[in-house]
């Protein structure tokens, strides 16, 4: 399928010092038109800290937001669209995701996940909105002049690669907020044929898009402390109540290398793993069977190298 690629900076602010996101995004084009088209489901991967001057080819291949974007499509089918999101600022190599978790210090490391103001959500839908305005004026959304038919949003996956796998964490915790299934806010504008495209295309309003979520990914995530995993219990039971009330489902998958499992100088994070996993196991049991979770180990009989946790991102099977 014909596809619409490229590298976007994204401010969140309109003010010129405002802090730009690097994205990279893989938009699917209708065939005969050329203009974006609906895809079946939208990717999401947020990136972890900065990896310069290792000499390695593979390394600096999958350091590559573009690269990245060309495997999710691989990956997940021609019919996606991809996104994958850098950090907005880095302090040296340690990338800050401050919009998105409020407590990150310097270095990007949590206190803890808030969901108080839904900071992930509403961030991940302003920066793709944006993101799909800056195509727009280079791709027509509208055929002959007529907007794209009305249709349900497609569903959302979310990738947290190393530290980005603190926004998989802060998401998690929006999602568990008691107010969020209450009702889903509708986006208005001036402009309706630009709300009914991004409807189409991706959630126009933070409670949209946390229900459009379907999968988490955790892909070799990792932290020099605590909190590379989310293990709130009451956050994962809330999660798997409404899935059961709301009758959907949700499916968490915890990808894995021995650079960060069997780190014995970071041993919480083979603990937080564990921990998190036994909860989404046994909340997936208590309520109905709506939150599915599994584990995947890769190179397994391998040294831990720095090599493999970026050949993880070649090698996931999300399946």
Known sequence: MDRWTG?????LNPSNSAPHFKVAASFLLSPASKTLAVPSMNAIFFKGDRVQGTGNQAIDRLSESENIAEILVSKLGDSVNAWVVEASTFHGPFAVFKEFVPTVNSRGEPKHYDPDGFP???????IISKSIDQVRSTVSVYKNGSPIPEMRTPKTALFGFSKGGTVIN???AELANKNVMDAVTVTTTSDSQTVQTRNSIFPASKDSFLRSIFEFHYVDVGLNCRGAYLTDRAAVDQVARDLMIYNSSLRFVLHGTPRQWCDLNRPWIREE???LFRLLRDAGEKYGGRLQASERFYFADAQPTLQMHFEIIDSMDVG
């Not at 590298?7 to 401010?11: C, D, S, W």
């Not at 992930?120 to 302003?126: F, G, L, M, W």
Request: hydrophobic letters at 50%; proline letters at 0%.
């Open 120 to 126: 992930a959500s509403s961030s991940i839908v302003r």
């Open 170 to 172: 802060q998401i998690v």
């Open 273 to 275: 793993k564990d921990s």
């Open 7 to 11: 590298i976007l900076k994204v401010a």
